[in-house]
């Protein structure tokens, strides 16, 4: 009796130890591979000459064709990634950061690693550069939990901006008494 209950027990903790091949039949060959982008979105405007010297957009009319880069450093300081764009017909830059890759430094994440400053504008009459939302010093990303997804295709965006040019010359308003 004990012997037979030994070989129900062996015999269960056997079948529970292999499964039966079967189960592994539902697994695809090929798994499809997800790919994970970084984007940067912004907007490049012409300011208005009424917001002259300051950093307000009001008036301001969006600039198409605009070119805007990106840099990347690593934690040397060295550049590690640079592209420039150009923004859409509206004034809207879409930035994927086709063969960025992230180190494993704290200082490799984008957040970190990488600003983006005007490069030119293709309106004569609005090309002065100016450091509104630090377009020529550099503006920090903004991490804003936006996300892109796709079946295979995800993207996680950052936004930088708003920026502008300026006209070179602009008539002041003044009140001669």
Not at 36 to 43: K, P, S, T, Y
Not at 131 to 138: A, M, P, Q
């Amino acid at each position: 009796m004990a012997s037979s209950q030994l070989v129900l027990i062996t015999s269960l903790l056997l079948a529970l130890a292999f499964p039966p091949i079967t189960a592994y039949d539902n697994i695809p060959a090929k798994s499809v591979e997800k790919t994970a982008q970084v984007v940067v979105e912004g907007m490049v405007y012409c300011q208005s000459c009424d917001n002259y010297g300051s950093w307000s957009l009001s008036g301001a009319k969006s600039i198409a064709a605009a070119k805007v880069s990106v840099i990347c450093k690593n934690y040397m300081k060295r550049t590690s990634f640079y592209k420039a764009f150009k923004t859409d017909e509206n004034g809207y830059l879409f930035a994927p950061l086709d063969g960025f890759k992230m180190g494993h430094s704290y200082l490799d994440h984008p957040l970190h690693s990488c600003r983006v400053k005007l490069v030119g504008s293709p309106l004569e009459n609005c090309s002065v550069f100016t450091n509104v939302n630090y377009g020529i010093t550099g503006a920090r990303l903004r991490f804003l939990d936006k996300k892109l997804r796709r079946s295979n295709y995800e993207a996680v965006i950052y936004a930088a901006g708003p920026f502008a040019f300026r006209p070179a010359y602009c008539l002041l308003n003044q009140n001669i008494n």
